[in-house]
């Protein structure tokens, strides 16, 4: 609330800024204004109307609602499979990764910068109204970076708990997920380094894979280890699966595909019911 507070107030000034420099070069006649001299009313318009559309849907509960209106029914036999996630998740269903399971009933919905709180309230719209047999879930990255605010490992916890609560209450198998790991070889298009671990620090991210995996063992779920196969020698995501240093790359997918596709034959249909 108080980010579109201070973007309002932001507008407001460089709307006040264009409108003089308007009325000056109006009574002077003098052509000194260029189209690019308010650009920066278009970006803080842009980002105004992002904070309203949060405040408006925080989960963003209208991303998949057309998507997940036109889903059949699950067929008998269906082997359906929701991936609930962010933007890594949100991303893989792009070409240009190659490929989102081709041929299976796998159905992709991450959303990109979302946290754990706003994948539990979007769980029921985009994960149990589906009907699939199981739910990946990967999570978590986006909370320790703070996307929406401070919030604890413990809440973390919680939210990835909850999620699975409810998986299991409408008998969908549950894979959780490690976090993956992130580095500091990314460039970005200026070619500037990117450090990822400033906001995402790799302790955190190390604390929260071992309750992850415990969480997983205790309650019968399947723990989907993305990050021993991601880390180099270092600790960080390896230089060839990222460009920026924290979502894959093709070459990343490709390794992710695999162990996602055994965890997902590793759900055991009997603790769905537990």
């Given at each position: 609330m108080k980010a579109a507070f201070k973007l309002g107030g932001r507008l407001v000034a460089v709307l006040a800024v264009?409108?003089?420099?308007?009325?000056?070069?109006?009574?002077?006649?003098?052509?000194?204004?260029t189209a690019g001299d308010c650009a920066e009313l278009a970006e803080a318009k842009a980002r105004l109307e992002a904070q309203q559309k949060r405040l408006n849907d925080w989960p963003d509960l209208a991303r998949y609602r057309d998507a997940n209106a036109k889903v059949a029914a699950r067929a008998e036999g269906e082997q359906r499979v929701?991936?609930?996630g962010d933007s890594i998740t949100d991303m893989w269903v792009l070409p240009r990764f190659g490929g989102f399971f081709p041929g299976k009933p796998y159905i992709g919905?991450?959303?990109?910068?979302?946290?754990?709180?706003?994948?539990?309230?979007?769980?029921?719209?985009?994960v149990i109204a589906l009907q699939?047999?199981?739910?990946?879930?990967?999570?978590?990255?986006?909370?320790?970076?703070?996307?929406?605010g401070p919030i604890s490992l413990e809440e973390t916890e919680g939210n990835l708990a909850s999620m699975a609560?409810?998986?299991?209450?409408?008998?969908?198998?549950?894979?959780?997920s490690s976090v993956m790991?992130?580095?500091n070889y990314g460039r970005d298009h200026d070619g500037n380094t990117l450090d990822v671990r400033l906001k995402r620090p790799p302790e955190k991210i190390l604390a929260l894979n071992v309750w992850i995996k415990k969480y997983a063992e205790e309650n019968g779920h399947v723990y989907l280890d993305y990050f021993s196969a991601m880390v180099d020698e270092h600790g960080l995501l390896?230089?060839?699966?990222?460009?920026?240093?924290?979502?894959p790359n093709s070459a990343g997918y490709a390794v992710m595909a695999p162990l996602a596709e055994q965890a997902i034959q590793a759900t055991p249909a009997g603790k769905a019911s537990k």
């Open positions: 264009c409108a003089n420099a308007f009325f000056a070069q109006a009574q002077t006649q003098a052509p000194s204004m929701v991936f609930m919905r991450g959303i990109s910068g979302q946290t754990t709180p706003q994948m539990l309230l979007r769980f029921r719209t985009d699939p047999k199981v739910v990946v879930i990967l999570a978590g990255t986006n909370d320790i970076a703070g996307n929406t609560e409810l998986a299991r209450a409408n008998s969908i198998r549950v894979v959780l790991p992130v580095s390896k230089k060839g699966l990222s460009e920026d240093g924290l979502h």
